[in-house]
């Protein structure tokens, strides 16, 4: 009698966490979504790459009660500039960056060592092979090439055609951007002498003589052009500023003050747009600075 008792005790005690393991709790799904390289897009609007992950909690295996992660997706998306009114345009394979063309009519996104390049309205378009991991897109200003940096095996930047061919090697540097008149493009000039990185500053380079000028020395990343070419906007790199600097008078003025990088100035002259690190986020300003605040 007492060897029954005892194992009744023992079902009872042993038992219920095995029910429980069994049965679980009452499931709960649900996404969290995160956003990264955001840019403009020609009429204002801001183009992105959200990346989604889908969760299960409470039930069984594999959860047991707690979070697990099912999947994850990635999708090329807009919205409006205050980051509302989102539109996924594309679901893609990965997360990296996106740049919308200048004129309004494709969509380039980096996949893997591929320049994948989509309509505006989201149909496939081309694709080109690089052969190796990029680390920055920009489009020339009537669409019909690109700019690009290799990102791990060198430090150098590209221009090729928007059909792919004509591949060309341009200089060592990367975040190559295109002045709005397409003769010139900006780019930041760090390398690796060895082991070690040297950033060396941003440089303009002049597309028809192929010299590059000095206009930083130091420090500027993620250069880019504004409206008129006069003036360029960058993150320092080496602090936590936001920088304009006219190009014809040398003078250079702090807009931000802010844990911010990636500046992109709107192509309707009223707002400035910020990831954070590994370009995460989304934040806007407007042109002076003032009204900073994270939309996502």
Do not use: H
Not at 137 to 150: A, G
Not at 243 to 249: A, C, G, I, Y
Not at 256 to 282: C, H, M, T
Request: charged content about 20%.
């Amino acid at each position: 009698m007492q060897n029954k008792q005892f194992l009744a005790i023992i079902i009872m005690v042993v038992g219920i966490p095995v029910i429980g393991l069994i049965a679980g709790c009452a499931e709960n799904y649900y996404s969290v979504k995160s956003y990264y390289y955001p840019d403009w897009t020609p009429d204002g609007k801001i183009i992105c790459v959200k990346k989604v992950d889908n969760y299960r909690s409470g039930g069984g295996y594999p959860s047991f009660g707690g979070a697990s992660l099912l999947s994850t997706n990635y999708y090329i998306t807009t919205m409006n500039d205050e980051g509302t009114q989102e539109a996924d345009v594309k679901q893609i394979n990965s997360l990296d960056i996106v740049d919308a063309s200048p004129l309004g009519n494709y969509i380039a996104y980096i996949d893997s060592n591929y320049i994948r390049i989509l309509t505006s309205g989201g149909t496939d378009f081309a694709s080109i092979n690089i052969g190796e991991p990029m680390g920055s897109l920009d489009w020339s200003p009537n669409e019909d090439k690109l700019l690009f940096s290799t990102n791990g095996v060198s430090w150098e930047s590209f221009m090729i055609d928007m059909d792919g061919q004509n591949k060309r090697n341009l200089f060592v540097g990367i975040t190559p951007s295109w002045s709005n008149d397409g003769s010139k493009i900006v780019f930041n000039r760090y390398f690796y002498s060895g082991d070690i990185p040297v950033w060396d500053g941003l440089f303009i380079y002049d597309v028809t003589s192929e010299v590059s000028t000095r206009v930083t020395s130091g420090e500027g990343g993620d250069p880019k052009y504004l409206p008129g070419d006069e003036f360029i906007i960058f993150d320092s790199g080496r602090d936590f500023n936001i920088k304009e600097k006219n190009v014809l008078t040398d003078e250079t003025v702090q807009i931000l003050d802010e844990e911010v990088f990636f500046p992109r100035w709107s192509p309707l002259n009223i707002k400035i747009l910020y990831g954070a690190g590994a370009n995460q986020g989304i934040w806007t300003s407007k042109t002076d600075g003032n009204d900073f605040k994270q939309l996502k």
